[in-house]
Structures are given as C-alpha cells and as structure tokens.
C-alpha cells in the first residue's frame, strides 16, 4: 500500500474522553508530539468522543489540561469527533455507493455460531434488512504487509466477508474506524504514532484509504506501557490519572518508556527546557520491533 509521500509533517494525538489522562496516554502523547517535533512537522490533538456510552464527563477537559501542564501544546484548534457526524454520514454514503460497505442485521452471536458467515448473504442484499442493522464495511481478501515506522514489516492476512467490520454501529453510532480515517484525511495527517494495541485496526484503515481512492498516513506503533502481569495500562483496567504536581517525573518516566536515555536530561527544570532535550535524543529506532515495555518507577524518574 502506497503511504503519504508529502514532506509536510502533519501528526495528531488522538485520546478518547473515557477518563482522565494516565501514565500509558502521557507516553503515547510524547511518542506522537516527539516524533512530529522531530521532523519540524505540525502537531494537532482530536478528541475521539464518538461512544457516548464510554465517555466521562469532564475527561475531555481534563485531559486537555495535563497536556498542556505537561507543556504539550498542540498547533491548531482542537477537533472533537461530536461534532463531525456530518462528515462521517457523508462518508458512509461514499462508501455504500461505491458498494464498499452494506447494512448487516446479523449480531456477533450469529456471526461466530458460523463462522463469520453472514446469514443471509449480506454483502449480495438488494433491499435493506427488516431488523435493526449496523453498516460494515465489505474487506477484500488480502495477504499482505506494510511497512511500520517503528515495528518494521508488519505482515497481515484479512478475509472478505468473515473480516467485514463495522462502521456505524446498530444504535446509530460511527464505529472507531470509520471516524478515525474519516478525520485523518480531513486533517491532511502524513504520520500516525500510535500504540502497538492498534496494530491489527492499521490494515482495515488502508482498505478504507484504498476504496476511497485516498493515500494513507505513514503509521508507526510505539509500545505500550503493561503492568507487572503484562496487562496494558488503560482506563479499562484502572490506571490512575497523573499526577499534576509531579510533571518532570512524569515526563521524565514517560521519556524512559520510549527508551529515551536520561543521563544529558537531568539539569531540564521545566517542560518547556525538557522537551527539545527529548526531540533530539528520541529515536524510533530504539523501540524499533517493541510491542510493550514495562511500567518505569513514576515517583522515582525526578530524580534521574
Ligand atoms: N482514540 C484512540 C484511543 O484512545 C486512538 C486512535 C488512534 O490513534 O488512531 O485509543
């Protein structure tokens, strides 16, 4: 699959509202904020509240506010996914147009009772189902790879039909995917940083660019910060929110999560002498084929 080829960088960090922002989301706001900083390139913040059923109120905010404690400052006006229903329904209209996506009543239950297959040939549907239905989007059979800007060559495999996903869900909300590549474009974004947890979701977002006649992003999929019993830090499992009063270790832990080395960084005193230290010395290759790495001492980072 061909990538952006345009030199003008453009990044984003993406966060969905689900909670405030905690040590796993700060390493994946510096990966991306490191990565466009380092190439001179732009660096935007989406907020992804697309499931009203997830989100917290007030996260929104304040995660917002620990980027900018953090002194991660974004470069052009927040976009919050609520407000882009317009252009996501405008896009599921190209796509079933174009006979890339169709509605499908079958629920999870059925599909994996067969295997996948859909009960009554969805795909081949000339009228809408009678029951509630969600769109999917129709995968073509792919055996494939892409190149990863961190993880290298990352080889995948998709089946038409079993691996159709969903795009707008059965209650009427856009899925993850189709928000995600619909807002990508429209920011003009060349390069995603993202976490390795999302790998798998990167060949459906191509298949997306490719029926929509669209050149996708570079991506590149840092590792993602997991416990000691190997689960990764989310709001799922109850990570706390940072702490905004310890900043600078919290920087500091953040940047050794991504491997950056702390020895020239300690005489940095605010975020704003920390981060240009941490532009020159970040490296994708030094995560290069790293799916996780362990949770580093937050308290502890100050003092390094
Ligand atoms: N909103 C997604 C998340 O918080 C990130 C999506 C992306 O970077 O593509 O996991």
Redesign the pocket.
């Known amino acids: 699959m061909q990538a952006v080829s345009s030199d003008i960088y453009r990044g984003?960090?993406?966060?969905?509202p689900t909670g405030p922002l905690h040590f796993g989301?700060l390493v994946g706001a510096l990966a991306s904020y490191l990565d466009a900083r380092s190439k001179q390139g732009v660096w935007l913040v989406r907020i992804?509240d697309i499931d009203p059923l997830r989100e917290v109120t007030g996260a929104a905010d304040s995660i917002l506010r620990t980027l900018e404690a953090h002194g991660l400052q974004w470069d052009e006006s927040v976009i919050y996914q609520s407000q882009r229903l317009s252009s996501y329904t405008e896009l599921l209209g190209q796509l079933l147009a174009s006979g890339h996506a169709y509605p499908c009543p079958c629920s999870r239950k059925e599909l994996s009772a067969r295997q996948g297959r859909h009960l009554d040939a969805c795909r081949l549907r000339q009228t809408p189902p009678d029951a509630e239905y969600a769109y999917r989007f129709a995968v073509t059979d792919a055996e494939y790879s892409f190149h990863d800007l961190i993880q290298g060559i990352v080889p995948y495999h998709l089946h038409g039909e079993l691996d159709d996903f969903v795009i707008r869900r059965k209650e009427g909300f856009f899925s993850?995917q189709l928000a995600?590549v619909c807002d990508d474009l429209a920011q003009d974004i060349s390069h995603?940083i993202?976490?390795s947890?999302?790998l798998d979701?990167t060949p459906l977002q191509y298949q997306m660019y490719k029926a929509l006649g669209k050149e996708s992003p570079q991506v590149g999929h840092f590792p993602v910060v997991v416990d000691a019993s190997g689960a990764k830090l989310s709001k799922q499992n109850l990570a706390p929110g940072l702490d905004n009063r310890q900043i600078m270790s919290n920087l500091r832990a953040a940047a050794a999560a991504l491997l950056i080395a702390n020895a020239e960084l300690a005489q940095a005193e605010t975020p704003q002498e920390l981060l240009p230290q941490l532009t020159l010395n970040w490296s994708r290759d030094k995560i290069h084929g790293l799916r996780s790495v362990p949770l580093p001492d937050i308290t502890g980072a100050s003092s390094a």
Not at 12 to 16: D, L
Request: glycine fraction near 6%; aromatic fraction near 14%.
């Open positions: 984003r960090f993406a966060p969905s989301s992804e993850y995600v995603i993202r976490g947890d999302l979701s």
